[in-house]
């Protein structure tokens, strides 16, 4: 089963406009954590906001918040006022706090990352 | 601060071939993690490495390996390319490793190609 599901392949929004990226995940682990990456063409990761499994209020990052939904594990990014530049990927991660193995240390486990398109 | 420093950034292989990227964390970050990026599988976790010690691995196979040195600096090597292999390959580095909360910061990626 996918760990992180992205649903939305590419996304398309009005410059000004807000957009909702969906995210949702699956993970029996009850201590986790959740993040945003944007990745434009350059190709560099681009860390946005995080969210952590016990964190009682939803993060924000000035334009990016993520609407956290706990029992139906979804972790959507929302950015508001979208501008031209942020046009690009956009990726949701979890780290877990144990694997099969034991603890995960650094691991991310990736979506398949949504396409960003902002129209002027 | 210097951010996360990848070499070479472009790279053309041959088939059969072994390839070395290098990766230089943030100053002070201890834990480098590697990523592959190919448009078929998404983004996948290669390995961990923490205090010169592979501290997680991923799914791949023996032929890629990596190593950290005493000053966090680390290597991935690829031996006995596949055309697969062609891939970007991302660094990241992180103050520390383990917890939930440890922002990862990558670097611009090491695009190889395998012809």
């Known amino acids: 089963a996918q760990k992180i599901t992205q649903t939305q392949p590419g996304m398309f929004v009005q410059e000004k406009e807000a957009v909702t990226l969906d995210c949702t995940y699956d993970?029996?682990?009850?201590?986790?954590?959740l993040f945003w990456y944007k990745q434009p063409s350059s190709g560099e990761m681009i860390f946005l906001i995080y969210q952590g499994s016990y964190d009682q209020q939803n993060a924000t990052e000035g334009r990016y918040s993520l609407n956290f939904q706990k029992a139906r594990k979804s972790a959507n990014l929302v950015i508001s006022a979208s501008q031209l530049g942020d046009s690009a990927m956009y990726f949701c991660a979890m780290r877990e706090r144990r694997n099969a193995g034991g603890t995960s240390y650094g691991k991310l486990t990736f979506g398949q990352g949504t396409i960003l398109t902002v129209h002027p | 601060k210097a951010g996360v420093t990848q070499t070479p950034r472009y790279l053309i292989k041959t088939r059969g071939q072994q390839v070395t990227l290098s990766c230089s964390p943030i100053?002070?970050?201890?834990?480098v993690s590697w990523y592959q990026q190919t448009p078929g599988q998404g983004l996948q976790f290669l390995f961990e490495?923490?205090?010169?010690?592979?501290?997680n691995k991923g799914n791949f196979p023996g032929r890629f390996s990596g190593r950290q040195f005493s000053n966090s600096r680390s290597e991935m090597n690829v031996s006995t390319l596949e055309l697969g292999d062609s891939a970007l390959y991302l660094c990241?580095?992180?103050?520390?490793?383990?917890?939930?909360?440890?922002?990862?910061?990558f670097g611009p990626g090491t695009r190889l190609t395998v012809l």
């Open positions: 100053s002070g970050h201890r834990s």
């Open positions: 490495y923490f205090s010169e010690t592979q501290r």
């Open positions: 993970t029996s682990d009850p201590s986790y954590g």
């Open positions: 990241a580095s992180s103050p520390r490793t383990g917890g939930n909360y440890n922002e990862q910061f």
